[in-house]
């Protein structure tokens, strides 16, 4: 049977804010390791981490999303690097106390992951959180056996208070 390996590559912007908080966006890998046609597969992983730093009794708000521009009516592609050819269509879901939502911009039905994080009195704080997806690959896709990747980018958006 063939198989391919399946990596997408997130890329990553960062912001900070006002009143000497700041955050900072990390993306990491995720990727499917071996497909067949004749099943579906999928993977979770966490695609970014969001880190901030509050002062002393502050609040912060942000909102990480992915540009749908590269998203085409029937899902995303993942392409051959080197040779043209036959792309594989797959999708990115936001995973949210065991429920997968369609990870977007906000809009056509899409959520984006939004946090609020909160510094008590007495210092600065450092606060994290993992943004959890599910990386799925439909079955039916006959293509070449051979490594397929994509760059999805990842926007930090902080938001007003």
């Given at each position: 049977?063939?198989?391919m390996?399946l990596?997408?590559l ?14 900072t966006?990390?993306g990491?890998n995720?990727?499917?390791?071996a ?21 002393s009794g502050?609040?912060?708000s ?7 521009l590269?998203r085409?009516a ?11 050819g036959?792309?594989l269509?797959y999708?990115l879901?936001?995973?949210?106390g065991?429920?997968?939502?369609p990870?977007?911009d906000?809009t ?6 939004n946090?609020?994080h909160?510094s008590?009195e007495?210092?600065l704080?450092s ?5 959890n ?6 079955a039916g896709?006959?293509v070449r ?9 990842i926007t930090l ?5």
């Amino acid at each position: 049977m063939r198989s391919m390996m399946l990596l997408a590559l997130l890329s990553f912007a960062s912001s900070a804010l006002a009143q000497g908080a700041s955050c900072t966006l990390t993306g990491r890998n995720v990727g499917v390791g071996a497909y067949t046609w004749t099943g579906p597969a999928s993977s979770a992983g966490v695609a970014a981490e969001v880190a901030c730093d509050l002062p002393s009794g502050t609040s912060v708000s942000f909102r990480v999303g992915i540009d749908m521009l590269d998203r085409r009516a029937d899902g995303r592609r993942l392409l051959r690097p080197l040779t043209p050819g036959t792309p594989l269509t797959y999708d990115l879901g936001l995973l949210d106390g065991g429920t997968r939502l369609p990870w977007g911009d906000g809009t056509g039905g899409t959520v984006t992951f939004n946090r609020t994080h909160t510094s008590g009195e007495g210092g600065l704080r450092s606060s994290f959180d993992g943004v959890n997806v599910m990386l799925e690959v439909p079955a039916g896709q006959m293509v070449r056996a051979d490594t397929y990747t994509d760059t999805v980018t990842i926007t930090l958006e902080m938001l007003a208070p």
